[in-house]
């Protein structure tokens, strides 16, 4: 099967790169392209650039605050955002909790959270693993126990992505311990993250920073009303989350952002005496992965045109999570070895070169996660067997 943009598609491509070359502010430009990753407040100043134009959610209905793109068109500004050196907006709200709040959450939810989640108001984390649930979710323990008003929740998440930023996660709680099935008996809580007994402590990953937290949950009184759709139904709406969450995982636009970055720190890097680019042997790698990229592009384009605005999304995501997450993995390897030998140095501030913040061992070690968090590789391979191939 052929992909082609419509001439509609390729003239929003122009308005969007236009955008791009108005609002983007050259500083964080020049973070993406000087080889180094954009900070907290680039990410933050970006988010609200972009929801000042409307535009921070295409993905949410119109009435919502979404603007009301094609799935084409969705890709089309991540990909163009992503080659103009814009930072990745944080997913959490746009991409996992604010669909949920759409399709299942009640009036008030909707009400109070989605402008929140729009303006970079309220920063979200997600409360799904636990030691003992993590590619088995369903075995999950925290426990939620209705009196009155309020439920009473004890137990443990963990690896929670920057939960030591969020005023508020979203959680899954066994509601009943007795269901037949562990999927059955899960609900959903949106947990105010200063209510007392939430504790946040820090988990230092392999490459020594803290992008990680284990949060505790002690006798934590959350409202009822901070239910999301039915109690004892949340397996329905993780797996809608977890879709979206997939799909976002696999990127595409920030892969191929990433891929031609490689390129141009090739053109610059020099190997026996001349370009990098021009050794036939790092070329030849490069030129593997720049193709298994390409399927994975026309992939992507083939399931998001096949799609209608605000349909469900979750078939192929696995793949494409699968797919999208080993080549990340490969181009890090790449433009490891791209930064030459000084790149295996721990030492990234005093190495007097900016490309080791991106590309030394730390960035390499981090890269080491892309292929488990939203779903191990091998997780993804069981469900792309059973759900896509029917075996
Ligand atoms: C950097 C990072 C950030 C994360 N952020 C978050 C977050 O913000 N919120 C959150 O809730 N979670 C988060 N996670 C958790 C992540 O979703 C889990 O780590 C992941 O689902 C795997 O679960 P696990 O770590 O418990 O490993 P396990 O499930 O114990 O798996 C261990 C190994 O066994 C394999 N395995 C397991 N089951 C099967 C099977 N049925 N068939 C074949 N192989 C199998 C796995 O592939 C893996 O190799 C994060 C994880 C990381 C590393």
């Known amino acids: 099967m052929d992909f082609s943009f419509t001439p509609e598609e390729n003239s929003f491509r122009e308005e969007v790169r236009a955008f ?40 949410w209905p119109v009435e919502y605050g979404g603007t009301g793109w094609t799935p084409v068109q969705q890709y089309i500004f991540d990909e163009e955002a992503m080659l103009a050196g814009a930072p990745r907006l944080r997913p959490f709200g746009l991409k996992m909790i ?38 088995d979710l369903a075995s999950l323990k925290t426990r939620a126990v209705r009196d009155g008003d309020i439920y009473k929740v ?14 508020w996660m979203f959680t899954l709680v066994r509601t009943d311990p007795t269901a037949e099935k562990p999927q059955q008996g899960i609900s959903l809580l949106l947990i105010d993250m200063n209510l007392p007994g939430v504790e946040v402590r820090p988990i ?41 969450e997939r799909v ?12 031609r970055l490689l390129r141009l720190l090739a053109l610059k890097r020099q190997r026996n005496g001349g370009p990098l680019i021009e050794d036939p042997v790092f070329a030849a790698k490069l030129a593997d992965l720049e193709t298994d990229f390409m399927a994975l592009e026309i992939t992507n384009l083939r399931m998001l045109s096949s799609i209608k605005p605000g349909g469900d999304s979750a078939e192929l995501a696995p793949f494409l999570k699968l797919r999208g997450s080993e080549i990340q993995q490969r181009t890090n390897e790449l433009a490891m070895e791209a930064a030459g030998p000084r790149a295996a140095v721990w030492e990234k501030e005093n190495s007097g070169d900016a490309v080791l913040d991106r590309y030394g061992t730390h960035g390499w070690l981090l890269s ?15 469900i792309v067997a059973k759900q896509t191939l029917r075996l």
């Open 248 to 259: 976002g995982i696999a990127n595409v636009g920030q892969n191929k952002a990433e891929l």
């Open 368 to 382: 080491r996660a892309f292929t488990i968090f939203g779903g191990s590789s091998e997780v993804m391979k069981n």
């Open 204 to 244: 230092i990953t392999i490459d020594g920073d803290h992008h990680v937290n284990e949060v505790f949950l002690n006798d934590v009184e959350v409202p009822a009303s901070m239910l999301v759709g039915e109690e004892n139904k949340a397996w329905t709406y993780a797996k809608f989350l977890l879709g979206n």
């Open 98 to 135: 604010g669909p949920v709040l759409i399709r299942y959450g009640s009036d008030e939810q909707k009400a109070h959270f989605l402008p929140r989640i729009l303006s970079g108001e309220d920063y979200w984390c997600q409360g799904f693993s636990e030691p003992g649930a993590g590619s």
């Open 20 to 59: 791009m070359a108005a609002e983007l502010p050259q500083d964080i430009r020049d973070t993406h392209f000087g080889f180094r990753r954009h900070t907290w407040e680039q990410m933050f100043r970006w988010h609200k650039i972009v929801a000042a134009k409307g535009w921070v959610a295409p993905y």
């Open 154 to 167: 004890n137990g443990q998440k963990t690896w929670t992505t920057t939960g030591q930023h969020a005023n």
